[in-house]
């Protein structure tokens, strides 16, 4: 069993920054990757980051990569998405998960954060 609770959520001008964080809890969350995905208003969910047990590994998708930049702390069993320059287009549900292989694809991902509103004005 794996808990996620996301947080760091709300609405930021455009180019501006903002950090989310992934508090993980339940078992050693050093052993599993992360992945952060967004769901836009009437849109599906769409991969944006994804980060391997160990850190050395680092997936970003097109849209955001030069923008956002996902790491960890193991320590703090913590991962975290920042988002640069961000744009309106980011506006949407941010969701963190955890599984035990690095992957891009949501369906493979079991434990989910509840999710947490970004919101991007002009």
């Known amino acids: 069993q794996v808990q996620l609770v996301e947080s760091g959520g709300g609405l930021v001008q455009a180019g501006g920054s903002l950090r989310l964080s992934c508090a993980a809890s339940?078992?050693?969350?050093?052993?599993?990757?992360m992945g952060w995905f967004r769901q836009g208003p009437g849109k599906e969910r769409e991969f944006v980051a994804a980060?391997?047990?160990?850190?050395?590994?680092?997936y970003l998708a097109d849209s955001v990569r030069g923008r956002f930049t996902i790491s960890r702390d193991n320590a703090k069993s913590t991962s975290l998405l920042q988002m640069n320059n961000v744009k309106p287009e980011d506006t949407a549900i941010y969701f963190c998960?955890?599984?035990?292989?690095?992957?891009?694809?949501?369906?493979?991902?079991?434990?989910w954060g509840q999710g947490t509103q970004v919101t991007v004005s002009s």
């Open positions: 980060i391997s047990w160990s850190g050395n590994t680092k």
């Open positions: 998960a955890a599984h035990s292989r690095l992957t891009m694809k949501s369906n493979e991902y079991e434990y």
């Open positions: 339940g078992r050693d969350f050093s052993m599993y990757a």
